[in-house]
């Protein structure tokens, strides 16, 4: 991911580094990363109600935190490897960074000072638990969210970087096998934490449940390292940078809000660099092409034609991207329910863990392992989508994807209510039997219930995400100039990160509302007790608001759209006798 401005990254060259030989050390540590950090969050809040005596709310709100810092980390860990440590040191340090947590995470459970003791099910009242033995889980869990911000938004890059040769006539076809195959691998390691990792904590528990990661983490670090000598790294450009241009756009527009230039002239626009497109400033947003109008050249520019002040005038180019963002931002916000719904997990957990879970008469299924249901229903629609819908779909359609990237955004939408609404019916079926069964101040006890009546719900998330995020991806990738095309990625990363937020607030809010006057909770710790169904139907209702507003949202874009778009002035260019700046 590489967000700058101006001149390429500089290189090491040297022949007898990179190529193919690097991948098996950069794919291992991303795939070691990946089966450890993954396997610890399937079933971490069982840890934390049975060892921290936190609720099922209480709890679910820390994931989500703990969740949104670690996505919100990724952006910042992407411009600080570009501007400032370099992609192979912002992957090393970061994936030391998640071993270290790994292990204060593993020695919580090693020594029983760092946590309280386990309440039984006849106490009332249960041993608090101390400010160190949260400060010391805290830690282990801010320095995972540090490493993840560095190691996940760089690692795939930092293997681009190691098979970027555009002498090579095949270079984009080895740089498309190598993200298949980074792809799958992800995909693979996935699927090992939510089923071996989750089954070694459920059957071996805790000490060697984390222990297995933390070794695992460790070999990450080391294939890495061993891997150091071979390495191409990239060097950190410390010029300025895309984010800094879109501040200085802002700036500049609001500093020149009160300007009489009219802001149509076409002769009277900066570009800089001087090899830049000659187009000028689109018609959406005008008030924001006062940032890029020249008011005076003597006072404005320097004697090489750059800007005399940035903050004051910015060029064509940054108020565009500008513009691209603010256009991103309303749709980018209708993505932040679906990833809510997803966030709901830790409730899923409790669930399956009261019901039977047997696909065997001697084999059961972990409750944390039910999320390979999403995963292999994501796998298969990614599959079937491009491979049999594709082809048909764009012969009617006219859009050589099949369905237009909004289209896909809006199916996953729809899914993914439909399945928090399946929840909440299962839910409701599960709690009545619970309780006819006498189990309602049991909530460890088994409900005479097939546990694979969450598999449907699980499915239809795991087609939410498939189509949704291809498809928000896309869509910001066409709407971004190519300056822009690693914060077109970030921007899905960056969503769940605001997602994880919004939810942890949500359950909070939620937790204290319905428990007010002494009432139990919807999201007791007791879901026998509680109402976790009242829950996915208040999700359903405002995945269905989401939906409307996501209706909105496209009949926004129409309008943008209508021809009064940057494009549309593409036709326009001859009609206008352009001036460029010349170097002195």
């Given amino acids: 991911m590489v967000l700058k401005m101006g001149t390429e990254s500089q290189v090491e060259e040297n022949p007898r580094k990179g190529g193919l030989r690097t991948m098996p050390f950069i794919i291992v540590n991303e795939s070691f990363e990946r089966v450890a950090s993954f ?119 930092f293997g681009a970087d190691q098979l970027e040769n555009k002498k090579n006539p095949n270079n984009q076809r080895i740089l498309e096998s190598y993200f298949n195959w980074y792809n799958a691998s992800s995909g693979i390691s996935t699927i090992l934490a939510v089923t071996v990792i989750v089954y070694i904590q459920d059957n071996y528990g805790w000490k060697v449940g984390f222990g297995v990661p933390a070794i695992l983490m460790f070999l990450s670090v080391l294939m890495f390292q061993i891997g150091s000598p071979l390495y191409i790294k990239v060097k950190a450009k410390t010029t300025e940078n895309l984010v800094i241009g879109l501040f200085q756009a802002a700036v500049a527009a609001f500093r020149k809000r009160n300007t009489r230039r009219p802001l149509s002239d076409c002769d009277e626009f900066y570009r800089w660099p001087l090899e830049s497109d000659v187009l000028p400033p689109s018609k959406d947003f005008r008030c924001l092409n006062r940032a890029c109008i020249i008011e005076d050249p003597q006072r404005d520019l320097n004697p090489d034609g750059s800007a005399s002040n940035p903050w004051n005038l910015c060029s064509v180019e940054q108020v565009e991207s500008l513009k691209a963002l603010i256009k991103a931002l309303p ?66 359609t006219g859009q050589p994807r099949g369905l237009s990237p909004i289209t896909r955004m809006g199916i996953g939408l729809i899914s993914s209510g439909m399945s928090i609404a399946l929840s909440a019916i299962t839910e409701s079926i599960r709690r009545q039997r619970a309780i006819e069964e006498g189990h309602e101040d049991d909530p460890n006890a088994l409900v005479n219930m097939s546990a694979m009546w969450f598999v449907p719900q699980y499915a239809l998330l795991g087609v939410a995400e498939a189509t949704h995020a291809v498809g928000q991806v896309e869509f910001f990738y066409d709407l971004f100039p190519k300056s822009m095309s690693s914060i077109a990625s970030s921007m899905y990363t960056v969503g769940t990160a605001v997602s994880s937020l919004i939810g942890s607030i949500l359950v909070s809010g939620v937790d204290w509302l319905s428990s007010t006057g002494g009432k139990t909770s919807w999201l007791s710790s007791n879901i026998n007790r509680g109402h976790i169904d009242y829950f996915f139907w208040l999700l359903s209702f405002l995945s269905f608001i989401n939906f409307l507003y996501f209706l909105v949202v496209c009949r926004f874009y129409e309008s943008l ?24």
């Fill in 39 to 157: 396997g610890l969050q399937m079933t971490i809040i069982i840890y934390l109600m049975t060892y921290y005596n936190m609720s099922a709310a209480t709890g679910t709100s820390i994931l989500g935190l703990w969740g949104a810092l670690s996505n919100g980390l990724a952006l910042f860990g992407a411009i600080t490897a570009d501007f400032y440590l370099g992609r192979y040191r912002a992957v090393a340090y970061g994936s030391i960074s998640t071993l270290i947590g790994m292990i204060i995470l593993w020695l919580t459970a090693m020594i029983p000072q760092l946590k309280s003791s386990p309440c039984s099910q006849n106490q009332h009242v249960c041993n608090g638990v101390t400010a160190l033995q949260l400060a010391v889980l805290f830690s282990s869990f801010g320095f995972m969210s540090i490493g993840a911000g560095f190691v996940r938004p760089c690692s795939i890059i």
């Fill in 331 to 396: 749709m980018w916000s209708t993505c932040f329910m679906i990833f809510v719904d997803m966030n709901v997990f830790s409730f899923s957990l409790l669930q399956t863990k009261t019901m039977d879970r047997h696909i065997f008469p001697h084999f059961e299924v972990p409750a944390a392992s039910f999320s390979v249901f999403m995963i292999a229903a994501l796998t298969i629609w990614i599959a079937f989508y491009d491979r049999v819908l594709v082809p048909l779909l764009s012969k009617y």
């Fill in 561 to 584: 759209n209508d021809g009064s778009s940057r494009l549309s002035h593409v036709a326009e260019d001859k009609e206008c006798d352009y001036r460029l700046l010349h170097e002195s």
